[in-house]
């Protein structure tokens, strides 16, 4: 558990980054109600309308919201100052193996 200590993880995702994904999916309901609203005369198909639209568009929201989160996210490791204020212990220094072919 303490590899995990040694980095930092931020995230630096604000409302801008999704405002238009906000609005598009805001879109997408409106359009999803006008739609029902039309085939009111019918109540089946309006609500399986509105279904199969909120349905349908939910996994594209979800993969834009998702992958900008993660574009989002910086992982970096911490300074050894930093991590002695911490009580964290510095890593073992990488060592080059080679082989003799």
């Known amino acids: 558990m303490n590899e995990f200590s040694k980095y930092s993880f931020r995230c630096n995702l604000t409302l801008g980054d999704i405002y238009l994904q906000v609005v598009i999916w805001l879109g997408v309901i409106f359009a999803s109600l006008a739609s ?29 919201f998702v992958t900008t989160l993660f574009n989002h996210i910086e992982i970096s490791p911490i300074e050894s100052k930093v991590a002695k204020n911490l009580n964290v212990k510095p890593s073992a220094p990488v060592t080059k193996l080679t082989h003799a072919l």
Do not use: E
């Open 36 to 64: 029902a609203l039309a085939l009111m005369s019918q109540p089946i198909y309006s609500f399986a309308a509105v279904g199969l639209i909120v349905v349908v568009s939910l996994p594209f929201l979800l993969f834009a």
